[in-house]
């Protein structure tokens, strides 16, 4: 069942991005851990620490490798690989089924941020 669908509306009329990942979070509550699996997507807050840099606040992720400091993927937003470490995750990681995917492209909710 895709649970973006029935909400995508409402997460669309929402103009604040970290309010749309708010939405986005709550619409998929049901399937969050701690750590993702490989070969699944998924969609988080994220504070990197890497100082001088753009990233991804609201990252939408194809986890390709799961290791112990963290996961690799390619981010969806950025539209390349990516490493997230687990000290950095501001959320859990919220778990995407493959016929959500394309709702949440079609969404803008991605953040963008120069890392001081």
């Known amino acids: 069942m895709n649970r973006i669908e029935p909400v995508i509306e409402d997460i ?7 309010e749309r990942m708010e939405l986005i979070m709550y619409a998929l509550n049901d399937t969050v851990t701690p750590i993702p699996d490989e070969g699944t997507f998924c969609t988080f807050k ?3 620490k ?3 840099i753009i990233y991804d606040q609201h990252p939408l992720v194809a986890v390709s490798e799961v ?12 539209r390349k690989p990516r490493q997230y ?6 959320t859990q990681v919220y778990i995407v089924q493959f016929e959500e995917l394309d709702d949440l492209l079609s969404l803008r909710y ?6 001081k």
């Open 12 to 18: 669309r009329s929402e103009r604040d991005l970290s």
């Open 85 to 90: 470490t687990w000290e950095e995750l501001g």
């Open 67 to 78: 290791l112990p400091w963290g996961f690799r993927g390619i981010n969806f937003h950025l």
């Open 50 to 52: 890497t100082p001088n």
């Open 110 to 115: 991605g953040l963008r941020v120069l890392n």
């Open 46 to 48: 994220y504070f990197a």
